[in-house]
Structures are given as structure tokens and as C-alpha cells.
């Protein structure tokens, strides 16, 4: 690998002879000058840390994966690793120091070491004329990190799971309850075929990179895909232009050698051939390692990537629940009576207490509005939580008096156990530094998915935050183990892990509610809610014409 091969430079059309290269290891080689070897310094070391992971658990990860039981979300968080200076021990994009500022303290010590390595270089009097090899390899580096980080991104709109569809609940919120973000978010999942098409986007920019010869035009590709993104974040608050700026840097690096010749041909029109230095490797062995880490990195995140994350679009849509709610429930509900302690509460639009309407999800959620300030988490409902009482796509930037709660149902008595969705310390409501420990996690900047991550093992054995069993275990044992209830192709060493997770105290609130019916067009709820009130709730069946077309692109299996 000791030889360099070129392409011819650049010609004009008044003939000039091109500038001489290093060919085969012969003849003269163009110097670059000062405050050019200066730069690539700066940049090599810069774009180095930017590109590389600087956290131990991505490594102790590699190992202690079951490799045989893979997740979707434990390749992409190999694909979304956190990079950049690590400072005391915590990665640039989870420190305390957050978003562009972190990039900044890794400028910083990029100078700081480019100028130390420009002195010693000087010192000892072997400074070279050029660095076109150890250029050539950090393009490497940085087109295979921008790749593979960007097709883990691309799969999640190629299979429309990271801006679900919308849950009756979210169809019924009135437009002005939404943020900013979630109408952003929502606009999107209503249209799911542009959701795919904006993955087919990423997810070619990404298999460009791979590819030398392409490298330009992948680049071309990221950076207008996520360049809109960026600004997609700015204009609609979404939180994570940190994450998609970091793909628009590593996209412009890649490109940045183009420009002069973008400059000449377009511009200037002139006849313009590009040059690029590549290694010759002619040793086999040489040939082996290269085809081989190519065919591994092709394996590992577009075709095996790929087939995990159907398996995932199919069965475990991560932002929304994955367990099937009771079939004969499914379905919009007028609250027709409410009573609490006996006291019969007629239907007003100002009133507190009262429902005011209802949801059953297909999944495992109830719905249902009061007219009474609730709080607002401002995550978009992403991270990687495996339990569905984590996943809050249905809750996170919807205001309005709308409470959503997760329900375990105990068929045979007919019987529903709830906790609600939101929990006080969520990722954006001031409080919950864990949670948004645990968002940031993989991300330089869900990721495009900040979220709200579920508090591992909360709930786990029916028991409160006291630690109680707020769930009889004759009860749980009619309810059967919730990680077995999605289809076994959805089972996995990350979901088992997490099911089985110690418990975390929790403040949700839990309401426990019988349930009768004949057909589902009546329900009637009884029995106590969060306050430990008694109530009874007759819902009646109502067919909502939503304007809105169904998708035709549905994730999870809710039979």
C-alpha cells in the first residue's frame, strides 16, 4: 500500500498542463503549503474525535450483545454512537455542556493539538510535503461514520415507525393543543409513503458513502436531506438540529475538496477532470481486509439492519405500543354518564372532573379528555423504551386536558389496570435528569429522536412506587408475562433484559376500572381512580368521519 495512484488534474480549456502528482512512489510531488498542512492538522484531529466512539459502553457492548437475539435499537445505537471530546468521562453529546458548545471544546482541542503536532514536526525537521494519504483515510473515516449513522436513520422512515401514524386520541385533539414539533411530527406520520420516501433518501446517501468512487454524490445527497432537517428543527422546535448538523458538518468535510472544481466547472465552465489520491493495494491480504470490512459494514447495516428493523415495524413499533388492546373496546366513545362517589356529574364543557370523551387504542392505551390543564412533556416520545408504558408518541406535545393511560387487563375478571403515561420528572419538564440522561444516550444530538425513555423495570411484578403490589398476583397471573404478548419474531435479549430490570420508583398516577360489554358499542367503567374516588363511566360507541384518509401503511400486528 506503499504506492499512490491519480487520476489527472485538473485541465483547462487553454490547455495547462496539469500539476504533478506522486505516481507509483515516482517524480516530483506538488507541496502543500504551510497554512494548508496546518489545517489538515487541526481538521484531522478534529473530525477524528467527531467521528470515532469515545464511550466505553459502545464497546462493552459489542461484546456482551447476544448476538443471536438482537434488537433493532442495539444496531442502531452501534450506528448512533455518541462522538466527539470526552470530557470527564462524559461523551460531547451527553455532557453537561450540550449541543453546539460541545463542538466547540473539540475545535478548541483541535487547535491545541494541531499546533503541537505543526511545532514537533518543525522541531524535529521531518515535516512532509503533503498529506494526501493521511487525507484519504480520513475521508475514509468520516464517510463510513456519516453512512452508517444515516442509514440507521433512513430505516426508520424506510418501515414509517419515527413518525407513527396517528392514535385516535391525537385525531381528536383540537389543532391548536399541539406544539409546535408535534404537528411537525404529525404532518408527517399522516403521509407515510413520503415518510418512505424520505428514508429511501437517507438510506442511498448512506450506501454512496460506502463507496469512493460515489462519495461525492452521497455527500451531495446528505447534505440537502439533512440540511433540511436542520432547519426542519429550527423552525419547528424540534430539539435535535444538533444531531442532524452533525451529519450536514461530516457532509461538508467530505465535499470540500469538490468545491474548486464545483467553482470551475459550473462557474467558470471550464473543462475540468477531478483528481483523487488512492491507495494501491496490492498486497492480497491487503485486498482481503478491505472487501471484507466492506462486506461486514454492508451486512451488518443494510441487509441484517434491514431485516431487524421490519421485524420491528411489524411487530415492536418503538414509539408506539406493540400488545394488542382488547379487540371488542377498539374504538371513539361519547362519555354519555359519569358519575364519582355516587354523584352523578352532567355533561358540561367547562367542567373538571367530568370525561369529556373516550379512546381505546388497538394497542394497549385508554384516552380520554377533562377540561383541566394537564402537564405538557415536550419530547417527541422517541428513546428506546420495551415496555409500552414508556412509549408516549400518543402523550408527548399534546396539551388540552387530554390524559392518556397504559392498561393491563385481566380478562377473565374483566378488569383493567392503568397507569398513566405521563410521569411527573419526564424528559423536558424540568425534572427528570434521567430520563433525559438516558435519551441522549447514542445520540449526537432519536439522535432525531429525543425521547422519552422508559424507566427500566418501572412497574415490573404490579407494584407501586412503595413498593406494594398494586396488581394481586392471582391478577398478574391472568394477565400472563407482557413481554411474551408480541409475536415471538419480535422477542429479544434487549426486551428481555429490560423486563426483567429491578424496579424504579415511579409517580404515576394508577386507576383500577372493571369493564362490561356485550359488543363494545356500550362499555361501562366502575371502580376507583387516581384520588382513590369511586367512579362509574358509561361510554357509547360513536363512528367519527375523520376527513382524513386511514394509512395504508400500518406498523405493529394488532390482531
Known sequence: MSTIRTNADDLTLTGAAPVEEAVNGEGTRRSWPEWQKILFRIAFVFFLAMSIPNSAGWYTDLVTFDWTRLHYRD????????????????????????????????????????????????????????????????????????????????????????????????????????????????????????????????????????????????????????????????AYDGGVHVYSSYFVLLAAFLLIKDIPKFWNLLILERFTVPNSYYPAFSEKW?????????AFVFGLFVFYLFWLQYVNFKYDPYKQPSTAGIKVLRGNYNVTEFKINNREIPYSPTDTVRWQWATFENWTTLTFKVNKPTPLDLSNGGGAPMRDLGRTFELTGTGGGQRVFHYLADTVEHTLYLQDKYVKGGPRDGVGQLQQREARQGQAGGGEEVGQPQRRGEGTGGRDRNGRNWISKQALARIGDENKMIDPLGQSARRDREFAAKPRRGKRNRMILNYSTTDGSRVILRGVNEKKDSIYVVLDRVERPYVLAKSTLNAGKYN
Do not use: C, H
Open 286 to 294: 491487503q485486498q482481503y481486509v478491505r472487501y471484507g470490512l466492506k
Open 75 to 234: 444496531v442502531y445505537d452501534i450506528a448512533r454512537f455518541g462522538s466527539g471530546l470526552d470530557l470527564f468521562g462524559k461523551s460531547i453529546f451527553g455532557s453537561q455542556l450540550e449541543g453546539y458548545a460541545t463542538w466547540i471544546i473539540t475545535a478548541l482541542a483541535a487547535i491545541a493539538v494541531g499546533l503541537i503536532w505543526t511545532v514537533i514536526v518543525k522541531a524535529i525537521k521531518r515535516e512532509p510535503r503533503e498529506y494526501n494519504l493521511l487525507y484519504y483515510w480520513l475521508r475514509v473515516v468520516v464517510r463510513y461514520r456519516a453512512g452508517i449513522g444515516i442509514i440507521g436513520f433512513g430505516y426508520t422512515k424506510l418501515m414509517p415507525t419515527q413518525m407513527p401514524y396517528p392514535s385516535y386520541g391525537l385525531l381528536n385533539t383540537n389543532f391548536g393543543d399541539f406544539t409546535l414539533q408535534k404537528i411537525y411530527w404529525l404532518s408527517v406520520g399522516i403521509v407515510p409513503w413520503y415518510q418512505v420516501f424520505a428514508g429511501v433518501v437517507e438510506l442511498t446517501a448512506g450506501i454512496l458513502l460506502f463507496f469512493r468512487g460515489t462519495t461525492t454524490l452521497g455527500a451531495i445527497l446528505l447534505l440537502g436531506a439533512l440540511g433540511d432537517i436542520v432547519y426542519v428543527n429550527f
